[in-house]
């Protein structure tokens, strides 16, 4: 499932942020240090994963800027403007994603995005996959969360 979310943030990225096309820089099994970002839950009826995107401050910045067609000129979004235009983001790329894993995991249901500071935990019930990628001058990491009882990849 992580390739999905890939594809989906490629799509998002392309489209709603006008990034140029981003390189794969890492598969980690924990997010870096000094994230934050936004994540959302995708429910089925026997299971529950959660998507995100992190990335440092000015990623953060650079990411909501591109949603709103402001340039790197234009002043610092405030924290809550931030926040906003983080959430709608993963809000985007979890309806891509969710298109693209419909045939296999059935009906989803999206829950509301959550605006974070700080990395994923993996614990002893749930895993979470890691992908660095940068576009242009930004760098974010793509994150899913799922339940170690299933096998997600």
């Known amino acids: 499932m992580m390739g999905d979310l890939e594809v989906a943030f490629q799509e998002v990225a392309a489209t709603a942020l006008g990034l140029p096309p981003f390189s794969i820089k890492a598969r980690l099994e924990e997010p870096p240090p000094g994230a934050q970002g936004a994540y959302l839950a995708l429910v089925t009826g026997q299971s529950s994963i959660q998507i995100g995107i992190a990335s440092d401050e000015a990623g953060c910045q650079a990411l909501a800027k591109g949603l709103l067609s402001m340039t790197e000129a234009d002043p610092p979004l405030a924290a809550p403007e931030l926040a906003d235009a983080f959430c709608e983001i993963v809000n985007i790329v979890a309806g891509a994603f969710k298109s693209r894993v419909r045939e296999r995991l059935g009906s989803l249901s999206m829950g509301l995005p959550i605006f974070f500071h700080g990395p994923a935990q993996a614990t002893e019930h749930t895993a979470v ?25």
Do not use: F, I, K
Not at 134 to 139: I, L, P, R
């Open 129 to 153: 996959q890691v992908t660095v990628v940068e576009a242009g001058a930004s760098t974010a990491a793509l994150l899913l969360v799922y339940p170690r009882s299933h096998g997600h990849g």
